[in-house]
């Protein structure tokens, strides 16, 4: 049995960990089955080094898929024991599911400093978080 969080936006992998709508949780048995989802809403970017990891260990997820995750978050979940999946797209469920069979593997995508004035993407996936302020990402 394995408890996997998922940063999504519509149902589908987030680009950016920090700036994601939500996260879904699945949880999927030895066989491969979802046998629990649960939705919980994203409370802010602002809160990706500290609260945000906390929030996704404290419901028991044993791993985290992102389109894209800054250092400090992705330090701070490995430091809690977390497995960090960067790089993944399309639906939400699909990725987690493909992780808990073994085949998601991490990118590493980081995203580096925030840069302002236009858009950007991490993980491939085009995203604004407020006005003016984009994420830049890289291979890390």
């Known amino acids: 049995m394995m408890k996997i969080a998922v ?3 519509g149902g589908q ?9 939500q996260f ?4 999927v048995d ?4 979802v046998t629990q989802h649960e939705v919980v809403q994203n409370p802010g970017h602002d809160n990706a080094k500290g609260p945000l990891p906390a929030l996704v260990v404290g419901l028991g997820a044993q791993a985290i898929i992102a389109g ?3 250092a400090g978050a992705r330090e701070n979940f490995e430091g809690r024991g977390l497995q960090v999946i960067t790089g993944a797209t399309g639906p939400a469920e699909d ?3 493909a992780l808990a069979r073994g085949e998601l ?3 590493g995508k980081s995203c580096a400093g925030h840069e302002h004035g236009g858009q950007g ?6 995203h604004h978080h407020g006005e003016g302020h984009v994420c830049r990402c890289r291979q890390g």
């Open 7 to 9: 940063a999504a936006q």
């Open 68 to 70: 894209g995750m800054g």
């Open 95 to 97: 990725a987690a599911l």
């Open 121 to 126: 993407g991490c993980g491939g996936h085009h």
């Open 24 to 27: 879904e949780f699945f949880t």
């Open 105 to 107: 593997a991490d990118a």
């Open 30 to 33: 030895d066989k491969g089955q």
């Open 13 to 21: 992998v987030a680009g950016h960990f920090g700036g994601c709508e």
